[in-house]
């Protein structure tokens, strides 16, 4: 069969193509995003973007009970915003197999915090696959779905950074295809959960995962390698490929299904060992478990909780040639991440740092507005918190300090889950500004489309959510919307909402400047400092734009300001901040 | 502990620099070569405008996508700072191929922070093996300034083993037809590079 090179994403869309998955949704997260973008060059699967991971995980659930196969995909934290129907979707059972992909980021890449998914599977009784590379990502993925079939159970598997995004060498399966039976079978017993009917299932729920921890035992996916008796490690999925590099002859039970444990299985190996270490990342699951047992492990003793590990980590923790690393004696300028050129929310945020505003912030490429120079975000919880944050901070405020409170959330997210806030900020008489940063994509994911973008996960039209309609239905009055490139008109708009005594909305509405679709973007031509004009007054670095760089004067003279015009995408931003006439556009 | 011989790549520059596909192309020729290949990159936030690495490892057999400390052989960088940055990481007997281009930190584009000064002789103190490549210059001379990373990769060439028709096959696999041949010319510059 044919071989070839595949991030851990890639490989769990080809697992749902191979398995002969129908339906696929998904809310775009980093690690997660690139399955559901690899998804759709396979034309018998329904791909799409829901607006959050709930919504995601119901149109997974529907399509199994029309008895499809059906892959829902999304980053560990939005596991907690789809946690109610995998709750109770784990008593329901199945109809078509269903997997669920869970992207954990371990190290906090790109995210807020750095929860571990497996007390998911746990905590909802549903079984969890975990892939070390991109064959068992494929593999394991593609067997979820019988298993899923199987034990009447949806099933969990569980990525990190580390497996969605490295490559390895996969060899390719044969695709299902014969697909599932799809149509209406009515059996309210198992799917109308109310408490008689829920009462019924949840015994079967516990006996599926006895039946499970024994099968689990014989299969192929939970398997030991042998060494030279000395050492036992247990471990699993990405931890696994970090232990054998660093012991190369212990003997090693690498368990694939980490939720429900093996027990009997872990009983023999554990029996023939005086010294057994438990090697996993983040949280001790399996440890606990296996202490549980009565089984004497060493593992969180030694091995760190937080962050992600690494070759050279697990060396650190057991003490072994940890690496002698010559160190670099000056002391390096960071480089943290920053908003592109160009980009639309970079005037908002010089607007907010001006008014003194207390911001909630929200989750989104808009979050580096917390970033010097622009300084201008105060929180950051999670998806659509902004605007409940801002809430309950008005609350407490007196009437000078409520007025500085402004909620500043992004399109995608604000249909994610921040509508909601803003109905009861209506409903309840706050008196916050909320902003709306609508850049026509999800941006920080690598720029997906959302039900305001007007196209699908397949580039195809659809119909587009009016924001200011959804505003003035759920009862603000006022709704005002402003280019945030125009940055006299942007920073009055949202002075004056601060000012108002009731809620208010201001829609800052401009792509993103990395957007697909054509013709979104205006390509203008990059400016250039006259350098007789520059007073060297650095107003224009206030904004932060990557394409704008001090450049110290040699011999005693003022300095200057300077362009990379390889950067600049003509914004104008900057332009707007010099009052000395000190920026031309280039003409050539 | 890499006694089946692992080669290690780190790949080092500033988010925007599109060393993902100069890393696509360096795994697909390793692969075609016959090796074990794995990959590591982060995506997301630290993707805009902060420093990236990719990790590239290959072998018999390659269990750990990310080298470990101390352990790379070839720290290929995009951009000066960057490369400094993680020079650290690399083997005594290790080689450095750098790009000779200076990007400003946000810290330094404020005026705030210097910009490390000759970076490209500090390297050259702690590691022997140092190429700098004046990748736009070349880039620009095979006809468009964008094929810096095919010029990079010419010149990383001349470390690692693959044959030059093995390199030239992954390329044209990879790279899309209407700038095949400004890669091609990019790529045989920058193997020039000694």
Known sequence: MQKTILSG??????????????????????????????ITQYERIDASWAPNEKVALEVGIGASIGGARTIVTMKH???????????????????????????????????????????????????????????????????????????????????????????????????????????????????????????????????????????????????????????????????????????????????????????????????RFDTLYVIEELDPFIEEQVKAMGINVIGKEKVPICGELSPGRLRQAFDLNPPNLPPIKEDLPPRPPNMCPGCPHRGVFHALNRLKAYVTGDIGCYTLGFMPPLSAMDTCICMGASIGNATGL??????????????????????????????????????????????????????????????????????????????????????????????????????????????????????????????????????????????????????????????????????????DRLLCNGCQVCMQLCKFDAFGVCDD | MTDNNVTNILMAGVGGQGTLLASEILSEVLMQAGYDVKKAEVHGMAQRGGSVVS???????????????????????????????????????????????????PSVALGKRDYPTDVAAKLKELVANVHVVDGLQLAEQAGNSRTVNTVLLGALSNTLEPTHEQWLAAIKSLVPERFLDVNLKAFELGRQVR
């Open chain 2, 55 to 105: 990790h590239v490892r290959f072998g018999k057999k390659v269990y750990s996508s990310i080298i470990p400390e101390g352990e790379v052989d070839v720290l290929f960088g995009f951009e000066l700072l960057e490369t400094y940055r993680y020079l650290p990481l690399v083997k005594e007997s290790g080689a450095v191929v750098v790009n000779n281009l200076k990007i400003a930190p």
């Open chain 1, 394 to 563: 008005s609350k407490v405020l007196n009437e000078e300090d409520r007025k500085k409170v402004v909620a500043v959330i992004g399109d995608s997210t604000f249909l994610h889950t921040g509508i909601n806030g803003l109905m009861d900020m209506v409903y309840n008489k706050s008196t916050a500004t909320v902003l709306i940063l609508d850049n026509s994509t999800t941006g920080m994911t690598g720029r997906q489309d959302n039900p305001a973008t007007g196209y699908t996960l397949d580039g195809e039209f659809a119909s587009q959510v009016d924001l200011e309609a959804i505003c003035r239905a759920l009862g603000v009055k006022h709704v005002e919307t402003v280019d945030p490139a125009q940055m006299d008109t942007t920073r009055k708009v949202i002075k004056e909402a601060m000012e108002r005594p009731e809620v208010s909305v201001v829609i800052t509405r401009r792509p993103c400047v990395l957007i697909k679709h054509e013709n979104v973007v205006e390509d203008l031509p990059p400016l250039y400092v006259k350098s007789d004009k520059c007073v060297a007054c650095k107003a224009c670095l206030t904004i932060g734009c990557p394409a704008i760089e001090w450049e110290t004067g040699k011999d005693g003279s003022k300095g200057n300001c300077k362009v």
């Open chain 1, 77 to 271: 934290v939005g596991v907690n915003v789809a946690a109610d129907p995998l709750f109770t979707f784990s008593y329901t059972g199945v109809r078509g197999g269903m997997v669920l992909v869970v992207a954990d980021d371990p190290e906090m890449h790109s995210s807020q915090d750095e929860q571990d998914s497996r007390h998911y599977a746990r905590f909802a009784k549903v079984p969890m696959f975990e892939p070390a590379d991109s064959q068992e990502a494929l593999d394991f993925t593609r067997l979820a779905f019988e298993v899923s079939e199987q034990f009447d159970a949806p099933i969990l598997v569980r990525s990190t950074t580390r497996i969605s995004h490295s490559k390895s060498i996969v060899e390719l399966g044969e695709p299902l295809m014969e697909l599932p039976e799809t149509g209406l079978v009515r059996d309210p017993s198992k799917f109308v959960m109310l408490p008689g009917n829920a009462r019924i299932r949840h015994p079967l729920v516990e006996k599926r995962l006895e039946d499970m921890s024994e099968w689990a035992c014989t299969q192929g996916f939970n398997r030991i390698e042998a060494g030279d008796g000395k050492l036992g490690i247990i471990t699993s999925g990405v931890a696994y490929q970090y232990a054998r590099e660093v012991f190369p002859d212990a003997d090693i039970l690498k368990l694939g299904l980490v939720y429900p444990l093996p027990k009997q299985m872990i009983r023999d190996f554990a029996a």
């Open chain 1, 9 to 38: 994403n890639e490989a769990f869309a080809r697992a749902a193509y191979e398995a002969g998955v129908t339906v696929a949704s998904a809310y775009p997260g980093t690690p997660s995003t690139e399955i559901l973008e690899n």
